[in-house]
């Protein structure tokens, strides 16, 4: 059974304060996601997005879409680095349901964070639980 | 030398309340509120820190100027909670060559991380990440 996919969600746009942030949040301080003269050194026009933060953004899409802890798998490929001022917003392509036999059913997604229509920076596959 | 299906490391992450409302807000997850008690998908992040800023030059000996991250793969046995402990290991569960689209062999890891909670001994999330070392330049 092929469900309505749900509507996309448009992030405001990146910010350095972001990178800086999702740095701490995450722990992960490589100096190519907040020291401008490091990344132009490494060869960079500029401050480069973690990609585990595309990756986290796409989630949270998930999340708002279905409900926390409704996410069974979710796996991504990264297509293109994100940089600040990207305004990315996340889609939902595909929604398969599964039957569960339970109280609510089992769905496959396709999901991509997406720079513009035809610019895919992430490329994303889920299984979640819907509770009906 | 580290071979397929080496234990890379082993620890233990305590889940704190504040580390994941501070990760939620970072993420834009509002799904759980103002004070989020189930991690967002990706928290497994925070938990792997340390391990992962270790990975690429000290634990695999990979050269970082030509290194990336592919991709990267949660499954998920039951959410993790603000307050729980978990027992992390990651292995390296494959290490393989490929021809590069620009010519020259790109090589190809994976890692696997697990996530056991220490409270229920089960596990609650099973991480893979893939890590492309691309060909030097001219070869």
Known sequence: MTLTAPAPIAFPPLTRTDLVRYAGASG?????????AFARQAGLPDVMAH???????????????FGAGSVLRYAV??????????????TCERLLAREDGG?????????????????VVLAGEASIRITL | ???????????????????????????????????????????????SADFVARLVSEILALDRSRTVHGEQEYEYFAPIHAGDRLQCRAR????????????????????????????????????????????????
Request: one cysteine or more; a negative charge; charged letters at 25%.
């Open chain 1, 77 to 90: 490929r990264f297509r293109s680095p994100v940089w600040p001022g990207d305004r990315l917003v996340a």
């Open chain 2, 1 to 47: 030398m580290i071979a397929v299906g080496d234990t890379l490391a082993q620890w233990e992450f305590e889940v704190e309340a504040g580390k994941v409302r501070e990760f939620a807000r970072a993420v834009h997850d509002t799904a759980g509120g103002d004070n989020p008690t189930i991690a967002p998908p990706t928290f497994p992040v925070v938990a």
């Open chain 2, 92 to 139: 390296l569960i494959s290490d393989e060559m490929k021809e590069g689209r620009r010519g020259g062999a790109m090589r190809i890891l994976r890692t696997e991380t697990e996530y056991v909670s220490v409270a229920s001994g089960k596990l609650v999330c099973r991480e893979v990440s893939t890590t492309i070392e691309k060909a030097k330049a001219g070869q």
């Open chain 1, 103 to 119: 109280t609510g059913c089992l769905a496959d997604l396709s999901l991509a964070l997406r720079r513009s229509d035809d610019d």
């Open chain 1, 51 to 65: 990609g585990m933060l595309s990756a986290g953004l796409l989630a949270s899409a998930l999340t708002t879409w």
């Open chain 1, 28 to 36: 992960d301080f490589n100096p190519l996601h907040h020291d401008h």
